[in-house]
Structure formats: structure tokens, C-alpha cells
T-cell receptor, first 116, second 111 residues
Framework: ETGVTQSPTHLIKTRGQQVTLRCSSQSGHNTVSWYQQALGQGPQFIFQYYREEENGRGNFPPRFSGLQFPNYSSELNVNALELDDSALYLC???????????????FGEGSRLTVL | QQQVKQSPQSLIVQKGGISIINCAYENTAFDYFPWYQQFPGKGPALLIAIRPDVSEKKEGRFTISFNKSAKQFSLHIMDSQPGDSATYFCAASSTGNQFYFGTGTSLTVIP
């Protein structure tokens, strides 16, 4: 069973640029969530995707957007990067049906974004 | 506003001792309370979780104590080992799609 995989693992961007992060969900999981983890902080919910639709969104501006594909993999896009966007971006998949079930999140190892 | 407040920020325990991490919440709609363990360079991994219909759940050396009236829950790690050294996050959810995490506790177990 393959776990959650994320790419790239590290990247450096400059302010104002755009970035795309990718996530492959664990086999059998149809729901993907994205979290932002600033240094020394807990993960903050960005949004969740279920059946290729956004299924809940945290307190993040519209320049944070996402996609989910038919194979349940997902992308997180961030436009107009700001210095405060520097963080570890975590993808988590879950065997949920739109939010029901055990609630367990299976996290990838994250993509560390540095904005200069 | 922090939905889940976690303390202490850091904790040092001798090998064999008990590690205790506390969390408090305000939203009474929360119905699922997991604890996650995160090692450096890794994503968080579920350690143990509880729902508010029970006051305690034990899995091996890890126990969650839950006080619904006080809106508090805590993680107890018995017989702490150096391999338990990691950052621990409590979390809470009411819908299963958005989880609110605490700010984390860095645990160091001294041999």
C-alpha cells in the first residue's frame, strides 16, 4: 500500500511568483486535504477536496486554489506569493465520504516552500 | 482565534517517566479529538483519538483523558522512551473535513 506522496519536497520562490504543489493520495482514499504548517506551529486547514470538488475551506485568501483529479491526486496552487507563505505544506488523504467516517488523516511528508 | 489551545510548548522527561500534554477547546460541536505525533522532516501521524462519549481511551503506553464538562483533553505517555521524542499535536474536528490543531508540544525524553 503506497502512502501519501508529495512533490516537490523543497522549493524556493520569490515574492509575487506562483507555485504548484502536488499530492498523490493513499490507495483507496478519495478525499484530500491541504494544510499549511508555519515553523513552530500546528497545521492550518487550507481546504479539502472530495470527488473533484472543494469540500470545505479554511481562512485562506482566494490566491490559494486547488484541484483534485479523477485518480484522487491533487494540486495546491498559490498565486502572488508573499513572504508569509513560507511554510511546510502538508497534504493528507482520508478514506472519508465527504467528511464522514473515522476522521483519520494520513499525511505526506510535505513540501517546504521558502519565499524570498 | 486559536480553536484548540495546547500546553506546554516543550517538555523534558526522564526515560521511564510520564509525559503529560494538555489541550483545551471552546467549540462544543467538536466530536473527534485526535493526537498526532510528528518527527522532524516527516508529516504528522495519528497516535490515538477519542470521541466525547468516553472519558478515557488507552492504547499501549498512550492514554487520552477527556473531560467534556471542562472542555479539556490530555495525552499521557507512560514509561516514556527516547524514541518518543517528537512534537505532539492535539486536534479537534466537528465535521471530519476541517481539523483544528494545537500549536504543538516538543517532547524530549532523556535516557
Amino acid at each position: 500500500e503506497t502512502g501519501v506522496t508529495q512533490s516537490p519536497t523543497h522549493l524556493i520562490k520569490t515574492r509575487g511568483q506562483q507555485v504548484t504543489l502536488r499530492c498523490s493520495s493513499q490507495s483507496g482514499h478519495n478525499t484530500v486535504s491541504w494544510y499549511q504548517q508555519a515553523l513552530g506551529q500546528g497545521p492550518q486547514f487550507i481546504f479539502q477536496y472530495y470527488r473533484e470538488e472543494e469540500n470545505g475551506r479554511g481562512n485562506f485568501p482566494p490566491r490559494f486554489s486547488g484541484l483534485q483529479f479523477p485518480n484522487y491526486s491533487s494540486e495546491l496552487n498559490v498565486n502572488a506569493l508573499e513572504l508569509d507563505d513560507s511554510a511546510l505544506y502538508l497534504c493528507a488523504s482520508s478514506p472519508l465520504a465527504g467528511g464522514a467516517g473515522t476522521g483519520e488523516l494520513f499525511f505526506g511528508e510535505g513540501s517546504r516552500l521558502t519565499v524570498l | 482565534q486559536q480553536q484548540v489551545k495546547q500546553s506546554p510548548q516543550s517538555l523534558i522527561v526522564q526515560k521511564g517517566g510520564i509525559s503529560i500534554i494538555n489541550c483545551a477547546y471552546e467549540n462544543t460541536a467538536f466530536d473527534y479529538f485526535p493526537w498526532y505525533q510528528q518527527f522532524p522532516g516527516k508529516g504528522p501521524a495519528l497516535l490515538i483519538a477519542i470521541r466525547p462519549d468516553v472519558s478515557e481511551k488507552k492504547e499501549g503506553r498512550f492514554t487520552i483523558s477527556f473531560n467534556k464538562s471542562a472542555k479539556q483533553f490530555s495525552l499521557h505517555i507512560m514509561d516514556s522512551q527516547p524514541g518518543d521524542s517528537a512534537t505532539y499535536f492535539c486536534a479537534a474536528s466537528s465535521t471530519g473535513n476541517q481539523f483544528y490543531f494545537g500549536t504543538g508540544t516538543s517532547l524530549t525524553v532523556i535516557p
